[in-house]
T-cell receptor, first 116, second 106 residues
Framework: GAVVSQHPSRVICKSGTSVKIECRSLDFQATTMFWYRQFPKQSLMLMATSNEGSKATYEQGVEKDKFLINHASLTLSTLTVTSAHPEDSSFYIC????????????FGEGSWLTVV | TQLLEQSPQFLSIQEGENLTVYCNSSSVFSSLQWYRQEPGEGPVLLVTVVTGGEVKKLKRLTFQFGDARKDSSLHITAAQTGDTGLYLCRADKLIFGTGTRLQVFP
């Protein structure tokens, strides 16, 4: 099946710094990728839809200047958490739409972010 | 924002028992997916249902899409410890259900 990979799987950063998380579709091209955030023992919350070659579409309540999304190629989307604070610590998951297979969504392995 | 309500929220059972998880909404969807997620990993797709009344089976898991395409259920027969995880439904508007955390004890 289609594979989506995230990197890094775990990252620790200091408050005030920025951290970038990558999401790659390894064996298919994805014009649309999605970023989710998940708090412990809770469901996934959609943060934004990343569109190749255009601006991301953010969900209500998500700060676009804080969570920068770039989808520069058909296989890579990046999420940059800027000026990170401890409350940004969370599990971030990306997914990509496999348009050749009934628009099925495949998920990455997730990235744990800890801000200290 | 459309909402997908899952019930129960938590379920703790012994191996061999049967269980059913529900995913309900007031909206009509063209398709619905079920995922299972283990701690620290991304969700893994189990099934997609697209037709009202559709029933799909995946070994001991039976998935049903409601006739009106507003709800779905997941039934697990003879649960095993390996079934432990967070079960999530997701509709075509990219909204995830509230999740059902299943714990199966030996």
């Amino acid at each position: 099946g289609a594979v989506v990979s995230q990197h890094p799987s775990r990252v620790i950063c200091k408050s005030g710094t920025s951290v970038k998380i990558e999401c790659r579709s390894l064996d298919f091209q994805a014009t649309t990728m999605f970023w989710y955030r998940q708090f412990p023992k809770q469901s996934l919350m959609l943060m934004a839809t990343s569109n190749e070659g255009s601006k991301a579409t953010y969900e209500q309540g998500v700060e676009k200047d804080k969570f920068l999304i770039n989808h520069a190629s058909l296989t890579l989307s990046t999420l940059t958490v800027t000026s990170a604070h401890p409350e940004d610590s969370s599990f971030y998951i990306c997914s990509a739409r496999f348009e050749g297979g009934g628009n099925t969504i495949y998920f990455g392995e997730g990235s744990w972010l800890t801000v200290v | 924002t459309q909402l997908l309500e899952q019930s129960p929220q938590f379920l703790s059972i012994q191996e061999g028992e049967n269980l059913t998880v529900y995913c309900n909404s007031s909206s009509v969807f063209s398709s619905l997916q079920w995922y299972r997620q283990e701690p620290g990993e991304g969700p893994v797709l189990l099934v997609t249902v697209v037709t009202g009344g559709e029933v799909k089976k995946l070994k001991r898991l039976t998935f049903q899409f409601g006739d009106a395409r507003k709800d779905s259920s997941l039934h697990i027969t003879a649960a095993q410890t390996g079934d432990t995880g967070l079960y999530l439904c997701r509709a075509d508007k990219l909204i995830f259900g509230t999740g059902t955390r299943l714990q199966v004890f030996p």
